[in-house]
């Protein structure tokens, strides 16, 4: 299998866990993997970017026009990496925005809105708001699961939804491992028209 | 031998801890920092672990080791090994026994870095051995045979990850267990290990001998690689990432010419002359300096080809920057004459994109002690010297508490050059310097404003940590890489002990005592130091929120004070995003009309 996902956001959404969750998932099912993640100083607020390439790679980072899925936790971080996706891709995308300090500062109103606007005009793509899907969970710190639940049930990954949960296991220390694993379900209840 | 999925970083310390390193110091830095905490967390029985106070330690610690037969790995990200220098220029002239390698990671862009300087230009200034790697993969391999070299002609050999190499992550098959190397042990011979003019003079000799010995070794290493002997016209160089990106256009084109340089100094000559056979133009892709292209310029002109050289030097490459598939794709094309397709949705319409600046984090103490001495000298002329590590960040609008950074300490002698120049001023001038910062390079400079009688006040923003560069500990927090409970040093004791008289430590989240310390200090003759105290908010876990009732006037005062990311405004209302709050209070009390308060 060869697929390239991209996930993006903002320093501290938990983008590394999402991408190193995909990554393993992947490899658990006899893939190559590689990826490739910002770190350093953007995460402290700037824009990340992770950038998930199973089967066949030799450049560490997806090149422009070539990646079948993007993963972004904010809108108009999906629009910046609108370049990484192929034609025929799809776009799984956070509607709530973040807003930076400086645009706080200047109050140009930046909302997301017409970010989520233009990602419908130009590709494929699933909407999804964090703070309503989170909000069972009094926290969008579980985001970045439910988005992993998202992108495994739309058929679009390539890695089965229970590949992904045994990460999940593996990786989320055992006290918040059933509010992951319901996260998750609620992802994947997102894509099925479930309302759990 | 077991598959594990690691980045960049972690294959080179599985890399190292194969070949049976023994002892492994360094400093953080991005992008290194990962190559010890790699090895603190697998068994690493009999080896010795340890944070360095800074690079220059660092390698002076694994030297004698290395005297000892014992393998050595040292860690630092480029503009640490300025610090490590003086060791190096030496060391490279005693040599060692056990092998070692130093890690010196390059950052092109430069994505975290003050410079882009390249660390193969540090190889050939110093005469030593530089390894060059293309993949997290190829780092594995490569640091083991790095050790082999390093012993072979005991000298110490530079290996120089790039960033997207460090953080990388690929599959790499590791043993099942390490084994540390064995060793002799220092075999006391001052004529050896005691450098002296004569030592100096008789090794420099033999240094320049040997080295293009080095690199005809290297002509004969499979590490520089080229995928076909056939002669062709058209011929691609290429070292590190961006040879990865130059495989990935080129996977269509098994015919094109591409050769690999692995080892960059000593160049080895017999293999690019062989690569060049029948040659008629070459194009070079690197990053930082036209290292490659320079050395190919060199062998053209020595064995005189007619050929042209393309590259950083005749603008076909940019000369700075990080490279990527996009702008090697867009250079290869031209140069092989290949088109290639539109691929990308077409973005001329796109809305215009929010910048993101990285910012200090919401409930960050830094925050609150910049905002401290801005209060405190509001309309009094001051400077503020800033220094490396997140507290760069002050200088960003609206605290805009950061005149100058310069490197690792350098605040708090600069504050004392701008004492010098400007002795009259009304404010004071002001040294800003984290903890960790402090012990690698800043003590020295409270030592120089003691001896030279400087007015400043010395800043340090104590949290406890080394928190750019992923939360290291540090001598003041009490624990070692040896995972030991050790003695904490204390900044305090430090700066008395040097002779400062006025030493004070305050929480920078309690607003008046931290100004009117500020103030105090400010007014003072001498040198000062103010301990802003309080943990780093990515370790200390707050659950504390806080909330803005409906008190609040929309005046935005809290907005425009201290910028703090977890205050926005939504439909004109001031909102308070509590999965940022970390109810650290600045901003209530900050508030004029006491409308914020936290639970």
Known sequence: MNKDILICGVGGQGTVLASKIIAAAAMEEGNTVHSAETIGMAQRGGSVISHVRIGDAYSPLIPKGKSDMILSFEPAEAVRNLGYLKKDGIVIVNSVPVKPTTETLQETGYDGKDMIAYLKEKCNVIVVNSEELCRKFGSTKYFNIVLLGVAAASGHLGISEEAIMKEIEKRVPPKFVETNKEAFRVGVGVVRGENL | ???????????????????????????????????????????????????????????????????????????????????????????????????????????????????????????????????????????????????????????????????????????????????????????????????????????????????????????????????????????IFAGGVSYAYAREFLKDFPDIKLCKIATPYPFPEKFALSCLKGAKSVMVLEELSPYIEENLLK??????????????????????????????????????????????????????????????????????????????????????????????????????????????GAGVTMAQGFHWVDPKMEGAAFAFIGDSTFFASGMTGVVNAVYNEANVVICILDNSTTAMTGHQPHPGTGRNMMGDIVEKVSIENILRGIGLKFVETVDPLDLDKAVDTVKRAAAEKGVKAIIFKSPCIAIAKSTKKAEISEKCIQCKKCIREIGCPAIVVENGKVMMDTNLCTGCNLCAQVCPVSAISVK
């Not at chain 2, 530089?130 to 000298?155: G, L, N």
């Open chain 2, 299 to 408: 062998l053209a002109g020595k064995e005189h080809l007619d050929l042209s050289i393309c590259g950083k030097l005749t603008g076909d490459v940019s000369v700075s920057g990080e490279n990527s598939y996009e702008n090697i794709s867009l250079i290869l094309s031209k140069f092989l004459g290949i088109a290639i397709g539109e691929e990308q949705i077409d973005l001329s319409s796109a809305p215009s994109l929010p910048v993101r600046p990285p910012v200090l984090c919401a409930g960050c103490p830094h925050r609150a002690s910049f905002y401290a001495v801005k209060q405190a000298m509001r309309g009094k002329k001051s400077y503020f010297c800033g220094d490396i590590g997140c507290y760069t960040l002050g200088n960003a609008m609206p605290l805009d508490m950061c005149d100058t950074c310069l490197c690792m």
């Open chain 2, 1 to 235: 031998m077991k598959r594990e999925y690691v980045m960049g970083n972690g294959a080179i310390a599985l890399g190292a801890m194969a070949a049976g390193v023994n002892l492994v110091s360094g400093y953080p830095g991005t992008p290194s920092s990962e190559i010890i905490e790699t090895i603190s967390k697998y068994p690493h029985e009999g080896l010795h672990l340890e944070w360095s106070v800074n690079e220059k330690a660092a390698l002076e610690v694994a030297a004698s080791a290395s005297y000892a037969g014992a393998r050595t790995l040292v860690t630092m990200k480029q503009v640490g090994l300025n610090v490590a220098s003086d060791p190096l220029m030496s060391l490279a002239y005693v040599g060692v026994k056990g092998g070692m390698v130093i890690v010196s990671a390059d950052d092109p862009g430069p994505i975290s870095s003050q410079t882009e300087q390249d660390t193969r230009r540090f190889a050939e200034f110093a005469r030593i051995p530089v390894f060059d790697p293309t993949s997290p993969e190829e780092a594995f391999t490569m640091i083991q045979e790095a050790f082999d070299y390093s012993e072979k002609y005991k000298t110490p050999v530079l290996f120089r990850p790039t960033t997207r190499i460090c953080h990388a992550y690929a599959n790499i098959d590791v043993p099942e267990e390490f084994k540390p190397h064995a060793f002799e042990g220092f075999v006391k011979d001052s004529k050896r290990w005691v450098i002296f003019p004569r030592l100096s003079f008789a090794n420099h000799a033999m240094i320049e001998k040997r080295n293009p010995e080095i690199g005809d070794d290297f002509s004969d290493n499979r590490m520089n690689f080229v995928n076909t002997d056939k002669p062709c016209e058209k011929v």
